[in-house]
C-alpha cells in the first residue's frame, strides 16, 4: 500500500504561480512513476505531467513552458510547480503513483482555482 499526502492548492489571479507537492508513505520502495492529473468541472480527468525513478519526464502540450514537475527521491515527493497560470488550469488536481507493478495509487485532490 502507498499512502499520497497533496498540498499546495489555492486560489490565485492569472499569470500567478503555485507549487503543488505530494509526499508518499507506505511501500515507497515499490514506486516507479509520480504524477499529476487534473479533472476540470463535466470534463475527463487528464495527464498534466510526471516523472520516473530515473527521472524522465513528461508534460501534456498545454502547460508546457508554464509547469515543471521534479522530484525529491529522498523525501519521497514530487512537486509541480505552476507558473503563468491561466483560468483553464482550473481544476482539481490529482497526485498519482505507479508502482513497478503497474499499479496506480492517488492522492485525495486538491483545488487549484485560477481568477481571470
Known amino acids: 500500500q502507498v499512502q499520497l499526502v497533496e498540498s499546495g492548492g489555492g486560489l490565485v489571479q492569472a499569470g500567478g504561480s503555485l507549487r503543488l507537492s505530494c509526499t508518499a508513505s507506505g511501500s515507497i520502495s515499490r514506486i516507479n512513476t509520480m504524477g499529476w492529473y487534473r479533472q476540470a468541472p463535466g470534463k475527463q480527468r487528464e495527464l498534466v505531467a510526471h516523472i520516473t525513478s530515473g527521472g524522465s519526464t513528461h508534460s501534456a502540450d498545454s502547460v508546457k513552458g508554464r509547469f515543471t514537475i521534479s522530484r525529491d527521491n529522498a523525501k519521497n515527493t514530487v512537486y509541480l510547480q505552476m507558473n503563468s497560470l491561466k483560468p483553464e488550469d482550473t481544476a482539481v488536481y490529482y497526485c498519482?503513483?505507479?508502482?513497478?507493478?503497474?499499479?496506480?495509487?492517488w492522492g485525495q485532490g486538491t483545488q487549484v482555482t485560477v481568477s481571470s
Open positions: 498519482y503513483v505507479r508502482t513497478i507493478i503497474g499499479y496506480d495509487y
